[in-house]
């Protein structure tokens, strides 16, 4: 199943009015990095949601997940992998990315709609705001929305898997 062509936008747009979520819809214009479009977007950077769509493979496994952390914060993939028994996980292709999302880099929202992809979130994106912020399927649109209501609406499994400074 591809996510190609459906407007990813769309989707999550309706998802959230049938959940009765509080968020609002930023249009903005495309900022390269993190730090530009929170700026843009008038948020804290760590309230940025950034979605990482990886792969997971070895001892069998063979699964992608979307794992979704703080904009302000980096991954530790190897936990992704251990979490799952796998014995390594990598960034997916920009093919995987299109077939699994349907959207580029940069405009995963941290939602999936694809039935094959797992949903994983780290718990600190949600202990420092009361709101997060990602861009809806495109670099050009952003959604700010309530911490409580992307819980209870996208229901991430949590694990945390951020890179500690040692």
């Not at 190609?4 to 968020?23: G, P, W």
């Not at 496994?61 to 991954?75: S, W």
């Amino acid at each position: 199943m591809t996510l190609a062509t459906q407007d990813i936008f769309q989707q999550l747009q309706q998802t959230l009015l049938q959940a009765n979520a509080r968020f609002r819809v930023v249009e903005h214009p495309t900022a390269g990095k993190c730090e530009q479009v929170a700026a843009i977007r008038g948020t804290a950077l760590g309230q940025g949601a950034k979605a990482l769509l990886c792969h997971l493979k070895g001892n069998g496994v063979k699964q992608h997940v979307l794992a979704v952390l703080p904009a302000d914060c980096q991954a530790e993939l190897a936990i992704l992998a251990t979490a799952f028994g796998a014995r390594k996980a990598s960034l997916a292709s920009p093919v995987e990315m299109q077939q699994f999302t349907g959207c580029v880099a940069g405009a995963i929202p941290p939602f999936s709609f694809h039935p094959a992809l797992i949903l994983i979130a780290d718990p600190y994106l949600f202990q420092r705001y009361e709101e997060i912020a990602f861009n809806a399927g495109t670099l050009e649109r952003s959604i700010i929305l309530n911490v409580e209501d992307y819980l209870r609406i996208a229901a991430p499994r949590q694990l945390s898997f951020i890179r500690r400074s040692s």
